[in-house]
């Protein structure tokens, strides 16, 4: 392990950015402590019976999409694009604007109970098509 000289201001980023992450990693340590405790904590290993084994795959499931959140919002806040997944939450984050970009536009430029058939029309077509006529509809 390696400390960091850092100054108060420097630890202060740290923690704003990082803080959140860490309460979760320590959620995570707790439950995995449980779980070796739990079912591998005696010298000799008792036969594990097979609810138990479900169990333990369960909350070791739970404990990988953890720490796989955590490591996505590690990637995502220091702007690591080779992480696995992070190309997939961008995609997601770009269609979200990109909907309520759509919605936003749908609602000033027919309101709901305005125009309603160029309305359904426009709503008929993909987000990206839809902006483009809706700002169409603006300049027309």
């Given at each position: 392990m390696y400390i960091h000289k850092t100054t108060?201001?420097?630890?202060?980023?740290?923690?704003?950015?990082?803080d959140s992450t860490f309460i979760r990693l320590k959620r995570v340590d707790n439950f995995l402590q449980e779980v070796l405790e739990s079912y591998f904590g005696d010298y000799k290993q008792k036969p594990i019976?097979?609810?138990d084994a479900e169990s333990i795959a369960y909350k070791?499931?739970?404990i990988e999409e953890i720490l796989f959140d955590v490591m996505l919002e590690y990637s995502l806040t220091v702007g690591y694009k080779d992480f696995?997944?992070?190309?997939?939450?961008?995609?997601?984050?770009d269609q979200t604007a990109t909907t309520i970009e759509?919605?936003?536009?749908?609602?000033?430029?027919?309101?709901?109970?305005?125009?309603?058939?160029?309305?359904?029309?426009?709503?008929?077509?993909?987000?990206?098509?839809a902006i483009a006529a809706l700002k169409a509809e603006v300049q027309a």
């Open positions: 108060a201001q420097e630890r202060l980023i740290i923690r704003t950015a990082l019976a097979d609810y070791l499931e739970i696995p997944g992070v190309d997939v939450y961008l995609e997601g984050a759509m919605e936003q536009l749908l609602d000033t430029v027919f309101p709901v109970n305005g125009n309603t058939c160029k309305r359904r029309e426009i709503m008929k077509l993909p987000d990206k098509q």
